[in-house]
């Protein structure tokens, strides 16, 4: 009988440097961003005082992917995320507030990864992409509705957002400290 | 096998100076976006119309009158109490549910939003402001 010999793998697999390897990553975290979308519309909110939260965990897969993979990845993960969600889900009403915020915190999170990486840890990058995300989605409506009354919301919303950044932001800092380098695609040093 | 490289160690310590900033200009910001919009609460006594944009239409109704308004936009129905002064939405099929939690008018001074359902409620005193008003008084000497 012959015996099959083991050979190892030369490369990472999470080497993404071919083309098809990098799909299939961000096929991969497009993927759990999408689960973590449903997953939150699903949570029973409803008793907290505040209307209209969300826990963002879909922003913790764009974060990971803008702090470990590089930016275009993270952007096509998260406007693959919107549109996705509003064609499996059919609630177009809210998917321009929903690109909208994307986009914004997309903006703020490129700003701050390309001049404030040093200076801003993975914490206060998810409270402020939070909030930026808040306040894309109040612009958005803002600018749909005609009307600025939308922005009496906005202190609640603001708060909101920044406790549920804090939160991702806490989370995104343990992912990188529990998952191996094997699983992780190197950051390129000093770049974004 | 190689000890797993701690990535953390590639990225500041959690609430270091950037944080302290971001956190603190977030404070900025909401404090000042709050005086912008509650340092003149509209009160019950001067409040005076009730004004219910939908579906690109806007509808008015006094504020002293208690009545029940019914209301379809954008595919979602939205029933609008107004009852001893104030206005809040008593229900609605939208998907958020969140225009029912919102605080009634006129105490929170802003407006009830709904935006699955693009419907704005805004209470709106008749008259200018209380600064416009010139009290004039005849002084007659002699």
Known sequence: ?192 | MPHPKDRTKEYPAPLCRGDRAVYLILLLLLVSVSVLLYAKPVSAADAASVHIQSDGAESVYPLSEDRTVSLTSCGYHLTVTIENGSVRVTQSDCPDKSCTAMTPLPMSGGAIVCLPAQVIITVEREGGDDDDEISSADIILG
């Not at chain 1, 793998?9 to 390897?21: E, L, V, Y």
């Not at chain 1, 808040?134 to 009307?147: D, H, P, R, Y």
């Open chain 1, 1 to 192: 009988m012959t015996m099959m010999k083991y050979h190892p793998p030369t490369s990472s697999s999470a080497d993404t440097r071919h083309p098809a390897r990098r799909l299939a990553m961000r096929g991969l975290l497009l993927c759990l961003a999408l689960v973590f979308s449903y997953l939150e519309a699903q949570l029973p909110l409803s008793f907290l005082p505040v209307p209209g939260i969300r826990l963002g965990f879909a922003n913790l897969v764009v974060t990971f992917c803008a702090y470990v993979c590089d930016l275009k990845t993270a952007l096509s993960v998260s406007v693959a995320r919107v549109l996705i969600t509003a064609l499996l889900f059919g609630n177009w009403s809210a998917f321009w507030f929903s690109l909208c915020g994307a986009l914004f915190a997309f903006a703020l999170l490129a700003l701050l990864l390309t001049f404030a990486r040093n200076t801003v840890s993975p914490l206060g990058v998810s409270a402020a992409c939070a909030a930026a995300h808040n306040t894309g989605q109040l612009l958005a409506a803002a600018v749909l509705m005609k009307s600025a009354a939308v922005f009496s919301y906005y202190p609640v919303l603001l708060i909101a957002g920044t406790v549920t950044g804090t939160l991702t932001g806490i989370l995104m800092i343990l992912l990188l400290r529990a998952l191996p380098p094997s699983v992780l695609v190197k950051a390129k040093k000093g770049t974004p």
